[in-house]
């Protein structure tokens, strides 16, 4: 019910969007997320739009990437630039819905709906 996409190869300092696409529901009222996973490391939390539009980031990404979310279209987006080599990962969006439209969880346990994944690699 959600599909990533944008994923691709490029240099450092360069930029990438990936869109997150949700179909079956309507997600305006979900708590939108990216994590990303690198090879042999743990699923991270990236960056997040609550329910109510708000945004939240990670340390490592934040001034570089930004979040947003159209709700007519039923998708969210993560405009990455500044691309470092150690963002190359896969990233996966994630939707999940709570009482608050504050709410916004940094584990991946918390999420009820995946998205496939999208590779994003950047090179030196």
């Known amino acids: 019910q959600l599909q990533a996409s944008g994923g691709g190869a490029v240099q450092a300092g360069g930029s990438l969007t990936l869109s997150c696409a949700g179909s079956?529901?309507?997600?305006?009222?979900?708590?939108m997320t990216w994590f990303r996973q690198a090879p042999g490391k743990e699923r991270e939390f990236v960056a997040c739009?609550?329910?109510?539009?708000?945004?939240h980031y990670a340390d490592s990404v934040k001034g570089r990437f930004t979040m947003s979310r159209h709700n007519a279209k039923n998708t969210a987006a993560l405009q990455m630039s500044s691309l470092k080599p150690e963002d190359t990962a896969v990233y996966y969006c994630a939707a999940a819905r709570r009482a608050s439209s504050l709410w916004v969880g940094v584990r991946d346990r918390e999420y009820e709906y995946w998205g496939q994944g999208t590779q994003v690699t950047v090179s030196s």
């Open positions: 079956g529901r309507t997600f305006s009222s979900y708590a």
């Open positions: 739009v609550r329910s109510g539009g708000d945004t």
